[in-house]
């Protein structure tokens, strides 16, 4: 019997699962990030071809491939990795979808199929879809193509209001002590100046967060600001997206995910149900309850035509790998 490998690539981790038809996993790698617009697309490929051989053991009688990439975002990018992907042995493109991880993401939150996910992690991105085949996507190039917010996005403001209020320029925020204190620094001049010589860099700009998000909660206004535009340009994605599909006025799930909407941070939270309620009325939030991956295994299996039941065993046998840590 053939088996079915199943890709969730983004820019942090890979993971890998090899699955019976039936379901049942068989095999779980992770390795690191395989984002190809971060490390190129040679370096993708090889980490996910290396991965996908550990988690076959040899084995070489793949039936279907699904591989969902951050970082695929353009159609010439899926081409161009797909292209790649082809002097791969144990990938063959007529049995195989390569797309954008957001799909995988999206059938982690829900099996509808209507249904839009706003993903906000280190960055922001969106994708709907209905029962037709129809989908709404977005370029999700950062600032060139209208992006604003995730987890990086809000690091740069926590920054930029903390080092204007310690000189003078801002208004007073939390985050003038907040920051430094989160970075291990003892003041903003020294934050400025690690940044500025890169001893701090880009994963230590997303870590700040959780920070901004803690001090909207506790009543910093300044931050308070800002969790207020990370919910209206959430809603708005989701909101664009069910206009594009005509789906506005239907019952459909918007499934949230990614590390900063992940956390649940109430404001937040409440913020982009009250602006998606005023749009979409009968549109109801809902959380990913399953791993990314599982969302690619639940894919390849449906495309694999396996029953229903088999991406509830899917579910139910992942954990016996460890990967839900």
Same mark, same amino acid.
């Given at each position: 019997?053939?088996?079915?490998v199943a890709v969730d690539g983004g820019g942090s981790k890979t993971d ?64 161009? +990795? ?8 144990? +990938? ?10 957001? +799909? ?47 987890? +990086? ?75 207020e535009r990370q919910a209206d340009e959430v809603a708005t994605l989701a ?87």
């Open positions: 019997m053939s088996v079915l890998v699962l090899v699955l019976d038809p039936d379901g049942t996993v068989l095999a779980h790698a992770r390795g690191p990030g395989s984002c190809p617009q971060i490390i190129g697309v040679q370096p993708a490929l090889e980490i996910i071809d290396g991965l996908v051989r550990t988690a076959l053991a040899g084995r070489s009688d793949v039936g279907r491939v699904g591989i969902y990439l951050s970082g695929l975002d353009l159609p010439v990018e899926i081409d161009t +990795f797909t292209s790649a992907l082809r002097s791969l042995d144990w +990938f063959t493109a007529a049995s195989a979808v390569v797309d954008n991880d957001t +799909f995988a993401l999206l059938r982690a939150g829900t099996d509808s199929h209507e249904a839009v996910v706003v993903v906000c992690g280190t960055g922001i991105n969106c994708v709907g879809r209905r029962s037709d085949g129809a989908t709404a996507r977005f370029p999700a190039l950062g600032r060139i193509s209208g992006d604003w917010g995730g987890g +990086f996005e809000l690091g740069e403001q926590a920054i930029w209001h903390a080092a204007r209020a310690v000189d003078g320029r801002g208004p007073a925020t939390t985050l003038a002590h907040l920051v430094p204190a989160a970075l291990g620094r003892p003041t903003m001049a020294a934050v400025i100046e690690d940044l500025h010589f890169r001893v701090l860099g880009h994963d230590d700009v997303v870590g700040l967060a959780p920070a901004l998000l803690g001090a909207a909660a506790d009543g910093d206004a300044v931050c308070a600001q800002i969790v909101l664009t997206a069910l206009r594009r599909l005509d789906l506005v006025d239907q019952a459909v799930p918007v499934v949230l995910g990614g590390g900063v909407l992940a956390a649940r941070d109430p404001g937040l939270t409440e913020g982009i149900r009250g602006r998606l309620a005023s749009g979409a009325p009968r549109a109801h939030l809902t959380f990913v309850s399953d791993r990314p991956v599982l969302g690619a295994a639940f894919l390849v299996l449906e495309a694999y035509g396996s029953s229903a039941n088999a991406v509830e065993r899917a579910r139910e046998t992942y954990p016996a790998f460890g990967a839900l840590v």
